[in-house]
């Protein structure tokens, strides 16, 4: 907490302790205790900059009960003028009515931080009206389940609309309560009933489906008919772009529809389509067998698991398995049962797969095509450097490789990248500390690079 917060906002390290910094941390220990204190500073380095008193009831009151209160304030700065008994009231309706434990309401006021804004009966009121659609009691655990996925607008909404609405959609489409949940999921609501068909008319023209396809289809993922037919025209000619046949692009989008909503030609998915061709290896035939990759995060989930997988299996990328097995384990595991799959398999040194190996994971594979720029096929060729610290070991070392290069003509830093991981401290210093031009590669130099570094980091 200490590193990430002095790295974040530097200005404490030009306080006075004795005048400044230390009174600012007791008056928030007071207030908050130690331990929420240092969860609150992680979220938010920059809380020392006001005193409690400075700040409204209803901020502390957040920060108390674990909400991540600056962003709540951030995103309805109106609840931070309610009075407080009645934003305290409405989270308590909304608690009784799901009833949902006191360590779970940091996550839903996340996900629904503008339901603080109305009074207990209308959030009431949409919590019934959701478990009449679904045909459950509201006090239920699958209720629960479904209110922490619908959409973040769910309780702006008039609730009778979006009775209607979604009523409409599954009697149109067929599905029953699947099909509802999934219509509250994507927020149906926020579409018209002649909307509905007009797209699903198009969609099924330019798609060639047929009736019970398009229901089949549309049911299951409603998302498509909250998108203008020429924006999803608009995607399918984008992923063509890609050198997807206009057959592969059909079948990406029957096996999941939802996937029309992506645009293409946004640098993450072309990063992501170049990661999945290159480093993983699939051909277009597979990628288009498989859309659920296309929809997957790679930095949250392609890239962290392809890679401890790698690491942990020795797992080559031409292998079948890493066609085949690695494939269902990336996209459909949680991050917990994948956790739990492979953190027990025996490798040295021991690695576990949490929040700080992504986090990882994602620093080296921007430093990799951002700050050294890079290519896939480099990349492959050296994945060790993957799995490799980068404060550490690496950086540094390709920091002091860049030096060399600016100062002998002759030198290329990119054709030393394997040494950045493979070398020890000693033997890099000896292969590439250069006296002639006065850089020694030593622990003064690598304690300065990583310094340099720790902004980037973090």
Known sequence: VTTK????????????????????????????????????????????LSTPEECSAVYLWLASIGADAQRIQQKVP????????????????IQQALRLRDNQLPAFLNRYPYCLRYMPERVTQTLHTVAELLAVPVTSEHMQEVVMGCGQDLFDQDSAKVSQLVSFFSEEFGGGQYAARQALKHSIYQVSAETMKARAAELKAMLGWTENELNQRVSVNPVILTLRPSTVASNMQKLQAHSFSSTQALNVFALLPGIAGYDWSSSANREKLMYLRHVL????????????????????????????????????????????????????????????????????????????????????????????????????????????????????RWHFLILLETAEADFQAADHLTALATLSDEHFAQAFSSASVGLVNDQNFMLSARGNLCRFCY
């Open 5 to 48: 917060v002095l790295m974040q906002y530097q200005r404490y390290q030009r306080w006075d302790i004795a005048t400044k910094l230390r009174p600012a941390l007791q008056l928030w220990v007071k207030q908050l205790g130690s331990q929420q204190l240092s969860a609150g500073l992680f979220k938010h380095p920059r809380l020392l």
């Open 281 to 396: 290896q699939l051909s277009q035939a597979e990628l288009a067998s498989r859309p659920v990759l296309l929809s997957t995060s790679l930095a949250h989930k392609i890239g962290p698991r392809s890679e401890f997988l790698y690491a942990c299996m020795g797992i080559s990328p031409d292998t079948t398995l890493a066609v085949s097995s690695v494939l269902s384990y990336i996209q459909a595991y949680s991050d917990a049962k994948f956790a739990a799959r492979f953190n027990n398999l025996s490798a040295s040194p021991p690695l576990v797969y949490d929040d700080q190996f992504k986090r990882h994971w994602q620093q080296r594979w921007t430093f990799l095509v951002c700050e050294m720029g890079l290519s896939y096929a480099d990349i492959c060729s050296c994945r060790i450097l993957l799995q490799t610290s980068l404060l550490n070991t690496f950086a540094p």
């Open 78 to 93: 109106r609840v931070m003028a309610r009075p407080l008994d009645q934003v305290q009231s409405t989270m308590s309706a």
